[in-house]
């Protein structure tokens, strides 16, 4: 059947007014396509109500059904309250409480409605009440619980709700949806994956994720569901790098030559590790392929990402192609443009500095040097992207800490030439789930090895009464010649949040520990005043740097064995671990100690003893990413994460796999899903997936 019937208005359907259609739009609901996949937020059936005398209040949340007895407005000392009971068939009663929205949520509610309430379970007084419940008007249905069927509950909104919106209503137009049209709704996955993956017909799927017969059929239409969303990400994916790859060239680059060897053999005073030497190969590979390399490489803090870069552009140098390398922070960037300065002046290379608020006459010398091809390698933050910036012959640009420009400034990069080879790093380690799904176009190195003499860091968890303790260890550090980082979530002191901040920390440690050296950096210095603050740090006439997050990515000073991070329970996983990662750099134990408020969520205390037992920055992103989300886990500003309605990543692993498994099959037996047995797919793949390549994390 033609796949157009996805696309009718749901304005066509009984009982959707222009207004009401106009609601749903704003929910996201403009066809029947979008109403189909307008899923239950959760369901009803016998096995899941509760009765009023069975609740417990250390229970989890729990759902309640009865009939409205009284509904009304009490007044209080501060605000008013919303209180509605409801009887249950036993004839127990239970109250919903509400503070917020309590004009229109108390038109909602009339005597004996039968409703469904959902929610945590506290007892005050005579009554177990639920605050703020979600809640469902079930009206005339509520005898057909008894028969144990299995009733769809949707999401839904204070627009939804005033619009009369409500789950009886959704359920009566889906209803009439598949009574009237649902035989022309298309088949879309080809019979072969169906029958390979033991999935139920997409269309008995749709039916029975709204209308289910029994949790049998339920658990069988999510799973097949959950396939099929992963299953046209992963093709997007696949067909984004197979058309890049044939689309796509890249300069066809020989041999490693000279400077390329002399650097790992003569300058470097160390030898790679197996992880470094693997990285490099892939690199080189890709660059005598003809094709443009899009490669990320993957490694946890102090795995020698750098190293690889380095070496990579050299690679290009050789073969008569600058490169560059952009970073997200002046500090970062400055930490780098030492480091290259040290590896390529030996090798009689000239390397440029390229960052925001350089005075006229140097930054005019540097884009001539860049445009004329004087300058090998130009290092930079997003001023490298300016479009006053022209490049000589630009092969190989190097994105360090990627995750944190968004796609379109690393394509701006991607534009400086003729499709030179990309090179993303990211030291936040990135779950295989995500991977697969941020990352599936790209090739990816991964880097899980460190470097020989490197200890593993040792973490502490300290309260505040420990506060002296701590002061004690870290003079012992300091007596041995050590110096430590002292990290602060606040640059000054902030009215709203107790916390301490960095200014008035710097201030107390002064005279805490004098007559040792307490330096400050933080975000709103000037460039130089930080500048000066970490060559201080770096030739070891500080002993104590004070800094905010700003210290997160790029410093590395070998001696730094302490790292003290204030309010640790104020920071996520991935942070606390990028600024642990800023010691433990040379052959002496490191420490890193977390202080942390005693009065800590759940969550917090999962995060803080998830770092006090591992490091392994893979296992934390694991942790970081099954505490966050996946919306959360790059920010939501480019993250660039595909709108799942069903599939979770972090939940459903073994779906993904087996649908990236599938879409890869495809395009190995139909590279262009021109087959007759696949046009179906295609045209629904081309509708609904086609335009969204650019929205996920890649460069070009």
């Not at 309430?117 to 509520?142: I, N, S, W």
């Not at 901040?501 to 130089?528: C, I, N």
């Not at 459903?652 to 190995?668: H, N, T, V, Y």
């Amino acid at each position: 059947m033609s796949e157009s019937i996805l696309t009718e208005d749901v304005q066509i359907l009984h009982g959707i007014s222009p207004k009401k259609a106009a609601v749903l739009a704003e929910s996201g609901v403009h066809s029947f396509r979008d109403l189909l996949h307008y899923f239950p937020r959760r369901y009803l059936d016998r096995s899941t109500v509760t009765a009023v005398r069975d609740l417990a209040e250390d229970a989890p949340a729990a759902t309640v059904v009865g009939t409205v007895r009284a509904s009304g407005i009490v007044p209080g000392k501060r605000t008013r309250r919303l209180e509605v009971i409801i009887e249950d068939e036993r004839g127990d009663k239970m109250k919903g409480v509400w503070f917020q929205g309590v004009h229109w949520i108390s038109r909602l509610f009339k005597k004996g409605e039968r409703v469904a309430f959902h929610g945590k379970v506290q007892q005050y007084g005579r009554y177990f009440t639920m605050t703020h419940p979600d809640f469902d008007k079930l009206d005339a249905e509520g005898p057909a619980l008894e028969t144990g069927r299995i009733m769809a509950l949707y999401p839904g909104s204070a627009k939804l709700q005033k619009a009369g919106l409500t789950s009886r209503s959704f359920r009566r137009i889906i209803y009439d949806l598949f009574k009237t049209h649902g035989l022309k709704i298309p088949h879309i996955l080809p019979e072969w994956i169906q029958e390979r993956y033991d999935l139920i017909d997409g269309r008995v799927a749709l039916r029975a994720i709204h209308f289910p017969k029994s949790q049998v059929e339920l658990n069988q239409a999510r799973e097949r569901l959950k396939f099929e969303e992963f299953f046209f990400i992963q093709l997007m994916l696949g067909l984004t790098r197979q058309t890049r790859r044939d689309v796509t060239t890249g300069a066809v680059f020989g041999k490693p030559g000279e400077t390329y060897h002399r650097f790992l053999d003569e300058v470097l005073p160390f030898d790679l590790t197996g992880a470094q030497l693997r990285a490099l190969d892939d690199v080189i590979a890709d660059t005598q392929s003809g094709h443009q390399m899009n490669r990320l490489i993957q490694g946890d803090v102090g795995s020698g990402k750098t190293v690889v870069a380095v070496a990579a552009i050299l690679h290009a140098i050789d073969n008569g192609y600058q490169g560059a390398f952009m970073a997200p922070t002046e500090i970062l960037v400055e930490q780098h443009y030492a480091n290259l300065q040290r590896y390529l002046k030996p090798l009689g290379l000239e390397v440029r500095l390229l960052i925001g608020g350089q005075r006229k006459l140097l930054r005019e010398e540097i884009l001539a040097d860049i445009a004329e091809g004087r300058a090998h390698v130009v290092v930079g933050t997003h001023a490298v992207i300016q479009d006053t910036v022209a490049f000589h012959k630009l092969g190989m640009a190097v994105v360090d800490e990627q995750h944190r420009f968004g796609v379109m400034q690393r394509a701006q990069l991607f534009s400086k030439g003729e499709h030179p080879h990309m090179l993303l790093m990211t030291a936040t380690p990135i779950p295989r789930s995500l991977a697969m799904t941020v990352y599936g176009d790209l090739d990816v190195s991964i880097m899980d090895e460190m470097p020989a003499g490197r200890k593993p860091i040792i973490t502490k968890l300290f309260s505040e009464k420990r506060r002296g303790e701590m002061y004690e260890f870290l003079r012992e550090q300091l007596r041995e010649g050590r110096q430590a980082y002292v990290v602060y979530p606040l640059v000054e002191e902030s009215e709203k949040m107790d916390l301490k901040d960095a200014e008035s920390g710097f201030e107390k440690l002064q005279v805490e520990f004098r007559p040792y050296t307490v330096d400050l950096v933080h975000g709103r210095m000037f460039s130089y005043e930080k500048e000066e603050a970490m060559d201080r740090f770096k030739n070891g006439e500080t002993d104590i740097l004070v800094a905010t997050t700003v210290i997160e990515v790029g410093v590395d000073v070998k001696n730094a064995t302490v790292m003290v991070i204030e309010h640790a329970e104020r920071f996520g996983l991935s942070q606390l671990h990028q600024l642990r990662g800023r010691v433990g750099r040379g052959a002496v134990q490191s420490y890193c100690i977390l202080m942390a408020d005693y009065r800590r969520s759940p969550e917090a205390e999962q995060r803080l003893n998830t770092m006090v037992q591992t490091t392994d920055g893979f296992k934390i992103s694991e942790t970081d990413l099954k505490l966050r989300g996946a919306g959360d886990f790059f920010g939501t500003r480019q993250s660039g994460l595909p709108d799942f309605k069903i599939a979770d990543i972090t939940q459903d692993q073994e779906f993904l796999i087996k649908a990236r498994q599938a879409a890869f099959e495809l395009l190995d037996r139909d590279p262009h899903l021109r087959d007759d047995e696949h046009a179906q797919l295609r045209t629904y793949y081309e509708r609904y997936y086609a335009g969204r390549g650019m929205g996920l994390v890649r460069v070009g």
